[in-house]
């Protein structure tokens, strides 16, 4: 399927755009008007490349890799035998094997909720480059929760092939800041208008040239705190071992986007080049490089659930 898919609910005016044939990426959630999302370029433009903007799955890892040969969960992979694998400026293999794929089952089970599946066993290029035969489930839901406008997206893993299955991917959702209140220094703006970072206690990991974690992160967990858009960010945090129900928001002078963490979110990425105009709050089920090191597995006959929520209101609106 070509054409997008458009989900839509009328408390709120709320629409989500997702594109199937480009990753299932939702590349548009408008809320009462205003564009949710940010694009690093025009519509038709970001379809035709690989780059990521709105809210894409990087799957089966989230950012880079430090080799394209490795094992995992006792078998070989090779990402050489995925021919469009994307690459970072350093050439390292990035954001998964799922951009720009389009061989989705879908099921739009209400005006306000899709669902798309892969199963990966039966696509021989996806089995080639990670050779680990799996159901993969993904759900987008519309809903409202008093003066939230709400998106509930979840993942899951069903081992479900004869073998474990390495867990180890993610979501790059890019929030849109409002544009006239975003500057590189702050000179001549009130600071509380100033788009913000809100995040949640963690530990912040040392990221080496490459963007790969050295092995070393801060020795005590950095306490809540707000970091201003635009000024630079581009850190891996790890998530305390009860992190269910942690919050990170983007905070605007006129709506507040906040990203709930429900389940199965070991990490975040916060990124937001100097200047920037966007903020990336990216949930992770592990570190940078982790399917290379270490993941995680979901053993074989059993299930992988991740979980995250977004809810939108005005700034001005109280939580409910």
């Known amino acids: 399927m070509n054409a997008p898919i458009v989900l839509e609910h009328p408390q709120h005016a709320q629409r989500l755009t997702v594109h199937p044939a480009a ?24 379809l035709a490349s690989a780059r ?10 989230a950012n880079r890799l430090s080799t394209d ?16 694998l994307k690459r970072d400026g350093n050439g390292l293999p990035i954001h998964g ?26 696509h ?17 839901r519309l809903r409202a929760q008093d003066v939230n406008a709400v998106l509930d997206v979840e993942v899951q893993v069903q081992a479900d092939g004869g073998c474990d299955v390495p867990i180890a991917f993610g979501w790059h959702p890019y929030f849109a800041a409002e544009p006239h209140a975003v500057s590189a220094t702050g000179a001549g703006e009130d600071a509380h208008s100033m788009p913000s970072i809100d995040l949640p206690a963690a530990r912040q990991w040392v990221l080496g040239s490459t963007g790969l974690p050295s092995g070393r992160s801060a020795a005590d967990p950095l306490p809540p705190r707000s970091e201003r858009v635009g000024s630079g960010q581009d850190a891996l945090l790890e998530l305390p071992p009860q992190s269910a129900g942690a919050i990170a928001s983007l905070r605007c002078a006129e709506s507040t986007t906040e990203v709930h963490l429900r389940s199965g979110w070991r990490f975040l990425q916060v990124y937001s080049p100097l200047g920037a105009a966007f903020a990336a709050i990216e ?30 209101r005005p700034s001005d609106a109280r939580l409910r």
């Open 23 to 46: 990753g299932c990426v939702a590349v548009s959630w408008v809320v009462s008007g205003r564009e949710c999302l940010a694009l690093p370029d025009a519509l038709p433009a970001f």
């Open 52 to 61: 990521t903007g709105g809210i894409p799955l990087l799957y089966p890892y």
């Open 69 to 84: 040969r490795f094992e995992a969960a006792g078998r070989k992979v090779d990402l050489t035998q995925f021919p469009d």
């Open 97 to 122: 094997l799922l951009l720009r794929w389009s061989r989705w089952e879908l099921e739009q089970t209400s005006p306000s909720e899709l669902r798309a599946r892969i199963r990966w066993g039966e």
């Open 124 to 140: 021989a290029t996806l089995l080639q480059a990670f050779p680990f035969p799996h159901s993969l489930l993904v759900s987008w």
């Open 283 to 312: 949930p992770m089920t592990a570190a940078t490089n982790a399917l290379v090191t270490d993941a995680p597995t979901v053993r074989s006959g059993s299930v992988f659930s991740a979980a995250f929520t977004l809810r939108h």
